[in-house]
């Protein structure tokens, strides 16, 4: 063969011996046995070791996830809880902020009118006083006016009469006479 490549080489015009070519897409056939059985080899040894392997790491990995998805379903369910027991107690904190804030007013009004109560009291007893204070006044000073106006009708009369009205009894009589003619005088309605 080596002497055929150097021929040609030379630049003979010699042809190889015609055997048959070989063909460059279809191998020879103890390449195709070999590597089938290589093939085979490697094909059980991928089946009965690698594929079961692999098959454990995605269940394991599926349980992983339906468990997280388990979990995270769990966990959207306890927060909705949580949100739904929140706003219920959110609610009922509003309820009783609104019954406080109406029990506070009731008070309040309460107070007040309790206080305009005691205030429209302690103003009746203080009228009632100054009445009774005025009326004791009025009392004393209509006391003491008929005394110095029954001294002076007095000292008229005995300027008018010429005579001296000493006697105690006399002038008490006189004074008590004039007095009375004196309220006919200023009508029944008046005091």
């Known amino acids: 063969m080596i002497s055929d490549f150097v021929l040609l080489a030379a630049g003979g015009e010699e042809s190889l011996p015609l055997e048959e070519e070989p063909n460059i897409l279809m191998p020879a056939l103890y390449d195709i046995v070999w590597s089938l059985i290589a093939f085979a080899i490697l094909l059980f040894v ?12 995605l269940e394991e ?6 468990g997280g998805i ?8 306890e927060a909705k809880e949580a949100l739904d027991k929140y706003n219920e107690q959110l ?4 309820g009783e902020a609104a019954k406080i804030r109406e029990d506070a007013r009731l008070q309040g009004q309460q107070i007040l009118a309790d206080m305009k109560a005691d205030a429209q009291k302690e103003s009746d007893r203080i009228v009632a006083n100054g009445q009774q204070q005025l009326q004791a006044q009025r009392q004393q000073i209509v006391t ?6 029954g001294k002076q009708s007095v000292d008229l009369a005995e300027k008018l009469m010429g005579e001296q009205l000493s006697d105690n009894v006399k002038q008490s009589g006189t004074i008590d006479r004039f007095l ?6 200023s009508g029944p309605g008046q005091k």
Request: neutral net charge; proline residues 2%.
């Open 70 to 77: 388990e979990r995270a379903e769990a966990a959207q369910r």
């Open 91 to 94: 609610a009922e904190a509003r």
């Open 144 to 149: 003491e006016l008929r005394s110095d106006l």
């Open 46 to 57: 991928f089946w009965k070791f690698v594929l079961p392997m692999v098959k454990k790491v």
């Open 61 to 66: 990995r599926t349980e992983k996830i339906e």
């Open 180 to 185: 009375a003619d004196l309220d006919q005088v």
